[in-house]
């Protein structure tokens, strides 16, 4: 079982940044994929970014193209957690940002084991 919790949504002006974080539970957080996903309302949830284990001490990272240099997923494992600096912040960033998680990669972008609550960002024009 792994529990969720992010962190770090708010208020920010166009073109500022903001760090959330995504706090997990769980011995073997390491070789879990995690992402970010993000929601506003009456809009589908779509994927921003995720870190998923490919062996070693290598973590292969993949961005959806609308925050593509402008966002950076990272993960602490010894803390259990990752993070999303986000950059360059537009007005349509607006959103709640859920966390995933999944052991098992190819589920992380369809049908994640364990979500968040969310944390809800405001890009203000």
């Known amino acids: 079982q792994v529990q969720l919790v992010e962190s770090g949504g708010g208020l920010v002006q166009a073109g500022g940044s903001l760090r959330l974080s995504c706090a997990a539970s769980g011995r073997t957080f390491s070789r879990y994929a995690v992402g970010w996903f993000r929601q506003d309302p009456g809009k589908e949830r779509e994927f921003v970014a995720s870190?998923?284990?490919?062996?070693?001490?290598?973590?292969?990272?993949d961005y959806a193209d609308s925050v593509k240099g402008r966002f950076t997923i990272s993960r602490d494992n010894a803390k259990n957690a990752v993070y999303l600096q986000m950059s360059s912040l537009k007005p349509e960033d607006t959103a709640v940002y859920y966390c995933?998680?999944?052991?098992?990669?190819?589920?992380?972008?369809?049908?994640?084991?364990?979500w968040g609550r969310g944390t809800q960002v405001i890009v203000s024009s």
């Open positions: 995933a998680a999944d052991l098992d990669s190819s589920r992380l972008r369809t049908m994640p084991n364990y």
């Open positions: 870190t998923r284990w490919s062996g070693g001490s290598v973590y292969f990272l």
